[in-house]
């Protein structure tokens, strides 16, 4: 069975600090993807990484997959209240993807 | 294009009733995901369609769940009879090729 573990499960920190969530899994995955999701509504996908050590930005958020595709890390920089929410992660093959445990972050003004 | 369309939003039922909910996804995706969403176990696949055909529904928790997609613009997943165990978030996905999964924005299942 594959699994993807995420940590932190929960983060608390203030507006304009730095942060890292980490995705691991002992599977190889031929793509990743990272999707955040707010309360009452689905999952949106933020990025889809498919090369090992591919490193993708999206503004404020870094993206790297691992070398051997097992591991992935979101990276933060100066987070804002907007970016509250739940991070997960999702690794796949040519039908379907599994999802990680989830990080809850909270970004305090 | 509206996206992935859920109903209902919030489904309240009692024990041993039939619960039924419905999913459109968007034009074009040939792939549709049903997915269970709970604090305890997170987002869990319940099973997947591609072109329609059921491929893997080895996530569908027992007997008394089962899901159909008469056409490429509809699918139900249907729980009879619905046990308190059952309460969650229930999500549809759809995706075309190559790309990543739209969401719906789920049903809340509250089993009585």
């Known amino acids: 069975t594959q699994l993807l573990e995420q940590s932190p499960q ?7 600090e730095n942060l890292t969530v980490y995705c691991n ?5 031929s793509s990743l993807q990272w999707y955040r999701q707010e309360p009452g509504e689905g999952p949106v996908l933020l990025v889809t990484v498919v ?3 591919e490193v993708k930005k999206l503004k404020r958020l870094t993206f790297q997959f691992g070398d051997a595709r097992k591991d992935s890390s979101l990276h933060i920089t100066a987070a804002q209240p907007g970016d509250t929410g739940l991070y997960l992660c999702a690794g796949g093959g040519t039908y379907k993807y599994i999802f990680g445990t989830g990080t809850r972050l909270k970004v305090l003004a | 294009d509206a996206g992935v369309i859920q109903s209902p939003r919030h489904e309240v039922t009692e024990m041993g009733q039939e619960v039924t909910l419905r999913c459109k996804p968007i034009s074009g995706h040939n792939s549709l995901f049903w997915y269970r969403q709970t604090m305890m176990r997170g987002l869990e696949l319940l099973i997947y369609f591609n072109n329609n055909v059921p491929i893997d529904d080895s996530g569908m928790p027992e007997d008394r769940f089962s899901a159909k997609m008469p056409n490429a613009s509809f699918s139900t997943l249907k729980i009879q009879p619905s046990e308190p165990r059952d309460s969650a978030v229930y999500f ?3 995706r075309g090729d190559r790309a990543g999964y739209t969401f719906g924005s789920g049903t809340r299942l509250t089993v009585v």
């Open chain 1, 10 to 16: 929960f983060l608390s920190i203030q507006e304009g």
């Open chain 1, 25 to 29: 899994s002992s599977s190889v995955f």
């Open chain 1, 51 to 53: 090369t090992g050590g």
């Open chain 2, 92 to 94: 549809c996905a759809s």
